[in-house]
């Protein structure tokens, strides 16, 4: 594609993607369908373009106003993803002197807001916690996070499927922690491999991996994915079950759980058994009160240890909609309890780095609820022979009893988790 016609195209891209009426990668798909004469190098410059405007969007926007043309344009051309000789020869010669002073601009000429590119209410909540750690977080956030897959245990091995993607080009290493995950680098054509058809492999990252494992569920057991989404925990969690038992993957949402279908064809269980669900007090749910061993709520919230993937919903988001998220979070939680019979498991887990998503909705229900018992995950991991396991976890009444992972300290989507047993 000539580069005057993909810059306009980027420009036109980033114009829709920033009315942020949708998720990014929603209208980057979309605009891939309603163009598809467009080869793989035209889109992974399209997309990369987008998501670095909004990566950086703030320091962007600082700088957008001293060049001419749509801003779309000069936001695209900032954020251009590709050689800087293709984007040039696309440029006027006033565009490109502009550019030429953009790119001369250090990080020591920046103001603060202009480094972390994060709106003002989500700023001083990571201070808070991270300290020290909170520029090394703004880093991690500022690239692309890696591709993770979890292999399925039920009928792959992790070293078999390594050696399978390495003859098909793809150098793929152990994750550190989760024993189903591999790591990629790059985003190779998975779907069209024999691994993934197959349904050998998932695309999960290891975090998410981590969450399944906390739950433990055992062979023959009644166990019950609250949120269940589009599955990802699910399948994990079928396959630790080894197909055996009974899996319930509840959601509000029909249209999430239809994306479950092909996966769990692919991946050879026949224990997962997805149901819609009306509201956290359906009467499917009341139906299996105290009779069931173990529970998930992946409960919806703000996605914000998601940033590396999805950079707009840092623009997405606000304070008041978190509020609105903690107390539909309590409420799940509450009724997810319910279901569990005595000495069951509960796990409450959030993709968020917000405190007010985590540890105080798992400090007010521990106080709520007398009859569980808060449990130390460093100690759970431990016992399920991850490595490293302490520094994956803090808080809580034992220093680790919550999970609690960083982008920039374990190379994960941050993520938190409780665990309770039911006395």
């Known amino acids: 594609m000539h580069p005057k016609v993909l810059l306009d195209a980027c420009a036109e891209l980033v ?31 399209l997309a990369e373009t987008v998501y670095t405007v909004l990566r950086k969007k703030l320091l962007f926007d600082h700088m957008a106003p001293s060049g001419s043309g749509p801003k779309e344009r000069r936001l695209a051309i900032l ?33 603060e807001r202009h480094r972390h590119n994060l709106p003002e209410w989500l700023v001083q909540p990571l201070k808070d916690q991270l300290g020290t750690g909170f520029w090394p977080l703004v880093e991690s956030l500022s690239s692309a996070a890696p591709l993770d897959l979890r292999v399925n245990a039920l009928n792959d091995k992790r070293a078999d499927v390594q050696k399978e993607l390495a003859k098909a080009g793809i150098k793929a290493l152990p994750t ?36 399944a494992l906390l739950l433990d569920a055992k062979r023959g057991e009644m166990v019950v994915d609250f949120c269940a989404g589009a599955g990802g925990k699910t399948l994990a969690i079928g396959a630790s079950m080894r197909n055996t038992g009974r899996l319930y993957a509840f959601d509000v949402s029909g249209h999430r759980l239809d994306a479950l279908k092909p996966r769990l064809a692919r991946s050879g269980l026949s224990n997962v058994h ?10 499917r749910v009341k139906r299996l009160a105290g009779k069931i061993d173990r529970v998930l ?112 300290v374990h190379q994960t989507d941050g993520f938190f988790a409780a665990v309770w047993k039911r006395k």
């Not at 993934?196 to 969450?211: K, M």
């Not at 993709?351 to 798992?362: G, K, T």
Request: with cysteine; net charge negative; proline share 6%.
């Open 297 to 408: 709520v992946d409960a919806p919230c703000s996605g914000l240890g998601t940033l590396r993937r999805n950079p707009d919903l840092k623009w997405r988001q606000t304070p008041k909609a978190v509020e609105e998220l903690v107390a539909k979070q309590t409420a799940i939680l509450a009724s997810a309890a319910r279901l569990l019979k005595s000495g069951g498991r509960l796990v409450y887990a959030t993709c968020s780095i917000l405190p007010q998503e985590n540890e105080a909705i798992a400090e007010a229900f521990s106080a709520a609820h007398p009859d569980f018992e808060l449990l130390d995950a460093a100690e759970l991991l431990t016992q399920l022979k991850v490595e490293g396991a302490q520094g994956l976890c803090s808080g809580g009444e034992m220093g680790t009893g919550y999970l609690r992972l960083w982008p920039h």
């Open 15 to 45: 114009r829709l993607t920033l009315t942020f009426e949708h998720p990014a990668d929603a209208v980057v798909s979309r605009f891939f369908r309603d163009n598809r004469g467009l080869g793989p190098r035209e889109r992974a410059t």
């Open 274 to 283: 997805p149901a819609a669900i009306a509201h956290e007090r359906d009467d």
């Open 176 to 211: 550190p922690y989760s024993p189903w995950g591999l790591r990629i680098d790059g985003k190779p054509a998975l779907t069209k491999l024999e691994v993934f058809t197959r349904g050998a492999v998932e695309v999960q990252d290891e975090g998410s991996q981590l969450l």
């Open 79 to 111: 954020g251009f993803y590709g050689p800087r000789d293709f984007l040039k020869s696309a440029l006027t010669d006033q565009e490109r002197n502009w550019l030429e002073q953009c790119d001369a601009v250090t990080v020591d000429d920046l103001m």
